[in-house]
C-alpha cells in the first residue's frame, strides 16, 4: 500500500507582522508617545550629562551661592553655590539608573521565587505565598521608609528597601501566570522526557510569564522612581552632597519662600519622570497585553 | 513487553482506573477505547509517568516502572507520548528545531552532543512529512496537522521502541485525521514501533490497533483482537460502541 506521509499542506500560515500590529497599537495613543519621548529625553540627559552643562554638580563656589536663574545658571543656584541644572542632570542619572536597578532586580527575583511557587505548588507554594501576604500588609511606602531607617539611611540602602517591597507583587504576578502554565502539554511532555524541574522552570514556565512582568516592570519604574525621591526628601535615602533629586527637593524646602527655584526645578524633574513612566507602562500593557484594554 | 497488571487509580473516591490488567507485545498497536471519563487518558499517563498508580504495577520488559510513588525511568527516550491537543504540546516560544531536540535535553552534556551530530534533522522532518526548512520556525506559523507532525518527529526523534498516542488526532479536521493516521501507520513499519493507542473513535480504533480493549468506567470490560471484537462484541457497551459508529449502507440494484 502506498502511504501517503507528505504534509498536503507545506506552506506556512501568514500572519500579519506582530512588530508592525504593535507599532501601530503603540502609536495610536497619543500620551505613551509623550511619555516615551520625554523618557527619551531623559535618558539622553542622563547619558549624555557631563556634555551638557559647564558645571560640576558637586564643586562648592561660595560667591555665586543662591543665585536665581539667569542665562548662566538656567535653573539658579543652591546654598553653596552649585548649579540646580546640572544637579538636577546627574540626578537623571542616579534616578533613572537606580530606578531601572531596583525595578529589575525584584522583577527578576520575585519572577523567579513566584515561578517555583507556581510550578512547584503544594506546601512550598503556600509558605512563600503567605510570607508574600505579610510584606503586601504593608503599605509599601511605609515598609520602605521602616526598612531604610533600620538598615540605616543610605542610597543602596534605600534601593535595597524599594526592591524588597517591590519583590511580592512580581511574585504574586509570576504565581498565578505560571499556574497556568504549567498545566500546558508541552509542561507534561518536557515531564515525560525526563527533563529536571529547574529546567522545566527555567526554559518553559519563566519564558512563558515573562510578557506580564515586563509589563509590570515599566508600570512599576515610576513608581519606584517616586519611592526613590519620597526617601531621599525623607532624609532616609541619597544624603547630601549626592545630586538626587529628593535629597534637593529636602534641602531646597528650607530655602522655599525666598529661593523657589531650589526647591521648584527638581520638583518638576521627579514629577515628569514618573509621570511618563506611568504613561508608557500603560501604554506598553495595551500594545503587549491587548486583553487588558479597558 | 509492556505488562499492566492489577492498576487502579483512585482520585478522593473516585475510581478513574479499577483493577485493569492487560499486556501489550513488541510491534503491536493496542488500542484503548472508550467514552470520555473512562480512564484511558489515566491510563496512559502512569505508563508514561505523569501519574502515580494507586496500586497495581506496570512493567517494561520486566522492570517495574513504579517503586511505590516513584517513577523509576528507563532508558531516557525509550517511551514518548503524543497528546491530543498540539496547540498547546508545542512551547511557542520555542524554535521547532528546539522542540523537536528537547528529549535529548535529557542526556548529559556529553550525550547530548554526541546525540546531536549523530543526528539527520532533515531525514526526521522528511520522515513526518516536513522539510528542513521549518526547523527554524516557531509552532504559530504550523496549521493543527503540521504541529501534530512536530510532535511525532519530536516522539521519534529519540528511537523509541514504545509510544503512548493519546487521541493524537481527536483534535484535528477529519481531513487531516487520515493523514496523521497513515503517517503513524508508515512509522510504525518503518521504525519498528509499539503503539498503545487510546481513542474514543471507534472506526481510528479500528484502523490503528492489532489488539483493543474496551473501558467502561475504569474497568476494562473486553478485549481482544480487533477483528474479533468488532465482529463479535460480547458485552452490550461495546454494542453500543458500534451502534454510535455511523454506518454505510450498500443497497442493491
Avoid at chain 1, 506556512?12 to 505613551?32: A, D, E, H, M
Avoid at chain 1, 527619551?40 to 554638580?57: D, G, K, N, S
Avoid at chain 2, 490488567?21 to 498497536?29: D, H, R, Y
Amino acid at each position: 500500500m502506498e502511504l501517503d506521509v507528505r504534509a498536503t499542506h507545506t506552506e506556512l500560515i501568514n500572519r500579519p507582522s506582530q512588530l508592525r500590529l504593535n507599532w501601530y497599537r503603540f502609536r495610536k495613543n497619543p500620551l505613551t508617545l509623550i511619555g516615551g519621548i520625554v523618557l527619551l529625553l531623559f535618558i539622553i540627559i542622563a547619558v549624555a550629562a557631563p556634555l551638557l552643562t559647564p558645571y560640576e554638580p558637586e564643586v562648592i563656589n561660595m560667591e555665586n551661592r543662591l543665585a536665581p536663574p539667569s542665562m548662566s545658571h538656567w535653573f539658579g543656584t543652591d546654598e553653596v553655590g552649585r548649579d540646580v541644572l546640572t544637579r538636577i542632570i546627574y540626578g537623571a542619572r542616579l534616578s533613572l539608573g537606580m530606578g531601572i536597578t531596583v525595578v529589575v532586580i525584584a522583577g527578576l527575583i520575585g519572577t523567579i521565587i513566584g515561578a517555583f511557587a507556581g510550578y512547584m505548588g503544594g506546601k512550598f507554594g503556600q509558605i512563600i505565598m503567605r510570607i508574600m501576604d505579610v510584606i503586601l500588609a504593608f503599605p509599601t511606602l511605609v515598609l520602605a521608609m521602616a526598612l531604610t531607617a533600620a538598615l540605616g539611611p543610605s542610597l543602596i540602602n534605600a534601593m535595597l528597601a524599594i526592591a524588597i517591597v517591590k519583590i511580592p507583587a512580581f511574585v504574586r504576578l509570576a504565581r498565578s501566570e505560571a499556574l497556568v502554565v504549567r498545566e500546558q502539554l508541552f509542561v507534561k511532555a518536557s515531564k515525560t522526557f525526563g527533563l529536571s524541574d529547574i529546567w522545566i522552570i527555567f526554559r518553559h514556565i519563566i519564558p512563558n510569564v515573562i510578557t506580564p512582568v515586563i509589563i509590570q516592570v515599566s508600570i512599576d519604574l515610576g513608581d519606584a522612581i517616586m519611592l526613590i525621591a519620597t526617601l531621599g526628601f525623607l532624609g532616609l535615602g541619597a544624603q547630601p552632597p549626592i545630586p538626587e533629586w529628593g535629597t534637593m527637593v529636602h534641602t531646597g524646602w528650607e530655602f522655599f519662600m525666598e529661593q523657589w527655584w531650589y526647591a521648584t526645578f527638581p520638583g518638576i524633574a521627579i514629577f515628569l519622570a514618573t509621570v511618563s513612566f506611568n504613561l508608557l507602562g500603560d501604554g506598553l500593557r495595551d500594545v503587549l497585553d491587548p486583553k487588558s484594554i479597558r | 513487553m509492556l505488562y499492566v497488571n492489577k492498576l487502579i487509580k483512585t482520585f478522593e473516591d473516585l475510581h478513574a482506573v479499577n483493577d485493569v490488567s492487560f499486556q501489550i507485545e513488541k510491534g503491536e498497536s493496542y488500542g484503548l477505547v472508550g467514552e470520555s471519563g473512562s480512564g484511558k487518558s489515566t491510563i496512559g499517563n502512569m505508563i508514561i509517568g505523569l501519574l502515580d498508580p494507586t496500586s497495581g504495577n506496570i512493567r517494561l520488559h520486566g522492570k517495574n516502572l513504579w517503586k511505590g510513588k516513584k517513577f523509576i525511568r528507563p532508558y531516557p527516550g525509550q517511551m514518548q507520548i503524543v497528546f491530543q491537543d498540539p496547540q498547546s504540546s508545542l512551547d511557542s516560544r520555542f524554535r521547532i528545531r528546539d522542540i523537536v531536540t528537547e528529549p535529548f535535553k535529557a542526556f548529559s552534556r556529553k550525550e547530548q552532543k554526541q546525540k546531536m551530530t549523530n543526528i539527520n534533522m532533515a531525514e526526521i522532518m522528511q520522515r513526518v512529512g516536513l522539510h528542513e526548512e521549518h526547523l527554524d520556525r516557531y509552532p504559530h506559523e504550523f496549521s493543527g496537522g503540521q504541529r501534530q507532525r512536530i510532535a511525532i518527529a519530536r516522539a521519534i526523534i529519540t528511537n523509541p521502541e514504545f509510544i503512548i498516542l493519546d487521541e493524537p488526532t481527536s483534535a484535528l479536521d477529519v481531513s487531516v485525521q487520515a493523514q496523521i493516521l497513515n503517517l503513524l501507520k508508515y512509522l510504525q513499519e518503518e521504525l519498528d514501533l509499539t503503539y498503545l493507542f487510546i481513542s474514543h473513535d471507534m472506526s481510528v480504533i479500528r484502523y490503528m490497533s492489532d489488539k483493543i480493549g474496551v473501558l467502561y468506567q475504569g474497568k476494562l470490560i473486553e478485549e481482544g483482537e480487533t477483528e474479533m471484537i468488532f465482529k463479535n462484541p460480547k458485552q452490550d457497551y461495546t454494542k453500543k460502541l458500534f451502534a454510535s459508529l455511523p454506518q454505510l449502507s450498500s443497497q442493491g440494484s
